[in-house]
Each structure stands twice: as structure tokens, then as C-alpha cells.
């Protein structure tokens, strides 16, 4: 049982590069997001989806672009990349959006942007 | 903003010690998630608590919800090194974590 899958594992990229982190779940969850992890932040919601075809943003969307073509897949696309994009990136699922319902992460992309 | 203060950032304690941290806002929640995340992974839930005054416990960790459903507490008992791990928690308000506490159980 893979849970979530976030490919590549580590990535850099120069100032003004494109590029996206992909995201699978093999669990049928409805809800998937990404976070944005930071030294003293925690962690930032960026944009999340309730289902195929729907998607919103969070706390830090700016930069940031997603799409939901499927259940399964979630990618988030950095149109071009600036050195405050420079960090750790996750994607989580739940079966509901409500607040009680458990996240499910995946173990993260290193991102670091010169 | 932080909607959620956790406290402390930072604790270190040797084997066998107990250690308590909080999550405390201003805001009334109707439930609470703790996750617990390893270096290099990304974070696990430990618990969900939804009702006021509600304790849980799992093993050596007790998790308590405030009376007014604004802050939460861990508490470990006799700490071990597998404890090693940064502590967030979630409310069900945007849906937003605090930034955590680091705890560090020395062997």
C-alpha cells in the first residue's frame, strides 16, 4: 500500500525556473493538499482540493499553481521559481476536508532555489 | 498568523524524564489533531481529541483537550529516544498546524 507519493525527492532550480511537484494517492481520498514547511513555521497550507476538478487556495498560495484532473493525482506547479520558494514541500490526503478527519503525508520534496 | 501557539519550540530531556507540550490559541475548536514528525518523513497523527475535557492516551502518551476546546496538552511518561520528533498540532479551523515543538529524548 504506497499511501502518498510525492516525486523528486530533492530538486534545484535557478531564479525564474519552472517546474512541478507531482503528488499521487492510492487510498480514494476526496481532499488532498499541499504544505510548505519552514525552520519555526510549521506548516503552511498552500492550495488544497475537496475533489477532482475543484481547488482552492490556502494561507500562501502566491507563486503556486495547481490542478485536479483525477482523484488520484495533485500537482503543484511553481511557474518561476524565486529564493523564498526555497523549502520543504508536502502533500497530504484525507478522505473528508473536515478537521477530524486523519492526513496522510507523503515524505516530502527538498526544494532549493539560487 | 499563527492561529495555534505551541510551546516549547524546543525541549531536550534525558531517557526516562517526563516532558509536557501545549498548544494553546484564542479560538474554540471542535477538534484537535496531534501528528508527530521524524527527520526526513513527513508528519504521522498521533490523535484526534473533539470533546471538552477529553483525555486519550496511547501507551506513554496522554493527550488532553482544554474544558473551552482552546488548548491541548501532551504529556509523555518516561521518555525514550523513539519519542526524537518534532510535535504539531492541528485545528479544525482553517485547518491550520502551529509551528511545533522539537523534542530531543537523550540516551
Known amino acids: 500500500n504506497a499511501g502518498v507519493t510525492q516525486t523528486p525527492k530533492f530538486q534545484v532550480l535557478k531564479t525564474g525556473q519552472s517546474m512541478t511537484l507531482q503528488c499521487a494517492q492510492d487510498?480514494?481520498?476526496?481532499?488532498m493538499s499541499w504544505y510548505r514547511q519552514d525552520p519555526g513555521m510549521g506548516l503552511r497550507l498552500i492550495h488544497y482540493s475537496v475533489g477532482a476538478g475543484i481547488t482552492d487556495q490556502g494561507e500562501v498560495p502566491n507563486g503556486y499553481n495547481v490542478s485536479r484532473s483525477t482523484t488520484e493525482d495533485f500537482p503543484l506547479r511553481l511557474l518561476s521559481a524565486a529564493p523564498s520558494q526555497t523549502s520543504v514541500y508536502f502533500c497530504?490526503?484525507?478522505?473528508?476536508?473536515?478537521?477530524?478527519?486523519?492526513?496522510?503525508f507523503g515524505n516530502g520534496t527538498r526544494l532549493t532555489v539560487t | 498568523t499563527q492561529l495555534l501557539e505551541q510551546s516549547p519550540q524546543f525541549l531536550s530531556i534525558q531517557e526516562g524524564e517526563n516532558l509536557t507540550v501545549y498548544c494553546n490559541s484564542s479560538?474554540?475548536?471542535?477538534?484537535l489533531q496531534w501528528y508527530r514528525q521524524e527527520p526526513g518523513e513527513g508528519p504521522v497523527l498521533l490523535v484526534t481529541v473533539v470533546t471538552g475535557g477529553e483525555v486519550k492516551k496511547l501507551k506513554r502518551l496522554t493527550f488532553q483537550f482544554g474544558d473551552a476546546r482552546k488548548d491541548s496538552s501532551l504529556h509523555i511518561t518516561a521518555a525514550q529516544p523513539g519519542d526524537t520528533g518534532l510535535y504539531l498540532c492541528r485545528n479544525d479551523y482553517k485547518l491550520s498546524f502551529g509551528a511545533g515543538t522539537t523534542v530531543t529524548v537523550r540516551a
Open positions: 487510498m480514494n481520498h476526496e481532499y
Open positions: 497530504a490526503s484525507s478522505y473528508s476536508a473536515t478537521g477530524d478527519s486523519p492526513l496522510h
Open positions: 479560538s474554540v475548536f471542535s477538534s
